[in-house]
């Protein structure tokens, strides 16, 4: 996955997202949108065979750059977390 900021502002950000799609995508704007900071985050993805994917993301207080991290952190440890849930009921 390759991103790409098409506009960056004091509280809000846009960014083309190469090779992304819903199953990335929608996880990632819902932990955004758990975020006390973040005022919106949405995605729009327009033509599917010739448009990427753009995300916005808007925030009250903060950076949106620093609320994409925390987003992305979070959701890598709990995927992280289900796998080796999956894993240990796989061997038994």
Not at 15 to 28: G, H, K, S
Not at 30 to 45: C, R, S, T
Request: net charge positive; no cysteine.
């Amino acid at each position: 996955m390759q991103f790409k900021v098409l506009e960056r502002a004091k509280d809000s950000i846009r960014i083309q997202i190469e090779n992304a799609d819903d199953t990335i995508l929608y996880p990632l704007v819902n932990q955004l949108l758990k975020d006390e900071d973040v005022e919106d985050a949405k995605y729009y993805v327009g033509h599917p065979q010739l448009d990427k994917p753009v995300l916005l993301i808007k925030t009250k207080k903060g950076k949106p750059q620093t609320a994409l991290k925390h987003a992305a952190d979070a959701l890598s440890k709990e995927f992280g977390d289900a796998r080796k849930v999956l894993t240990k009921e796989l061997r038994g």
